[in-house]
């Protein structure tokens, strides 16, 4: 058995009793990927890349973000957008200017119309991997630091408004559907905690659940009656196994969850039903209520108030009413 191998082996042995067989073989992708161009040697405890090329800069900026707790999702977004970066202004990372990437990423303005908010998202990704190599010392400069923040017309993303969530609470037509459609609202948690989440994570008696979010922070959801009653009602009994179960006894995928939601919008005639939505309806609901900012974002499992600022949808007619209440006599 190789070197690699054996470092692979030692680590799920390690891990074995603390993650499920579908963790497992997260893990062991995750490694055998990480460890693919990477020579180890017996001698040495340090992992080396073996050259210096653009792809080994980038392979190792994502295994330290690994480390760091960022999603394989997250990962993945990273290094397709760097890579892309990397090949098509074809020099070697020390010698990439910030005029290489302001025409890059005119190119792709021009060429294949990529809108300027997707080119901020770039630039932004850009700016965070030459950072990590200036601070790493393997670059002389940052180019992004001259690499000005590129604008675009923010377009405002509306809630639920009520009348549409009891459309689609009488669209659904089986007690998992409704008991998806309230927990998705209630909770506010992304469609990828949902998938997550077993039987045994649901505080029955206290009426919360125990959510593994982002970069693996853990965060406690309370969930209102009427999402309880429904949770109850669609299980039945049952207190094991995944929470939102798809065929037979598998557990639902994140794009099972999304099938169903948009097939349950489109009964209930609902335009722009998607399991992001529920969450957006949810922060709004909670700040028209009067509930802190702060209070939401930590439901939300927001790490930055302005994204919980963003999703906070405040109509006309709110700021409207606000206003006149304000110089009521």
Request: glycine letters at 6%; one cysteine or more.
């Amino acid at each position: 058995m190789d070197l690699q191998n054996t470092i692979i082996q030692n680590v799920k042995q390690k891990m074995m009793s603390s993650l499920t067989d579908e963790q497992m073989d997260k893990l062991t992708d995750a490694l055998t990927i990480a460890l693919q161009h990477v020579v180890i040697t017996e001698e040495c405890t340090a992992v080396t890349v073996s050259d210096n090329g653009p792809l080994a800069f980038l392979k190792r900026y994502i295994a330290v973000k690994r480390v760091e707790g960022l999603s394989e999702k997250t990962l993945t977004r990273y290094y397709d957008i760097c890579w892309e970066m990397l090949q098509g202004i074809g020099k070697p990372v020390g010698e990439i200017t910030t005029n290489d990437l302001r025409y890059f990423l005119s190119i792709r303005r021009e060429r294949d119309q990529v809108s300027n908010r997707t080119l901020d998202g770039m630039r932004r990704i850009y700016s965070a991997f030459f950072g990590w190599l200036a601070a790493e010392q393997l670059i002389e400069w940052n180019p992004t630091l001259a690499l000005k923040k590129i604008k675009y017309k923010k377009q405002v993303k509306k809630s639920f408004s009520p009348v549409e969530m009891q459309k689609i609470r009488e669209a659904c037509k089986t007690d998992r559907d409704l008991a998806l459609i309230d927990f998705l609202y209630y909770s506010g948690c992304r469609v990828s905690e949902v998938v997550g989440i077993d039987v045994s994570d649901i505080d029955f008696e206290n009426k919360s659940v125990t959510i593994l979010g982002k970069g693996n922070k853990e965060r406690t959801v309370y969930l209102a009656d009427i999402c309880m009653m429904h949770l109850a009602k669609y299980l039945n009994g049952r207190f094991f196994g995944a929470l939102f179960m798809g065929k037979g006894t598998e557990r639902v995928s994140k794009t099972g969850i999304e099938a169903a939601v948009k097939r349950i919008g489109a009964s209930a005639g609902v335009a722009n039903v998607h399991c992001h939505r529920f969450r957006r309806t949810l922060a709004t609901n909670l700040i028209q209520k009067g509930m802190n900012i702060l209070t939401v974002a930590q439901i939300l499992g927001h790490a930055d108030l302005r994204t919980t600022q963003e999703y906070c949808y405040v109509s006309a007619m709110d700021v409207q009413s606000a206003y006149r209440s304000a110089f009521a006599a």
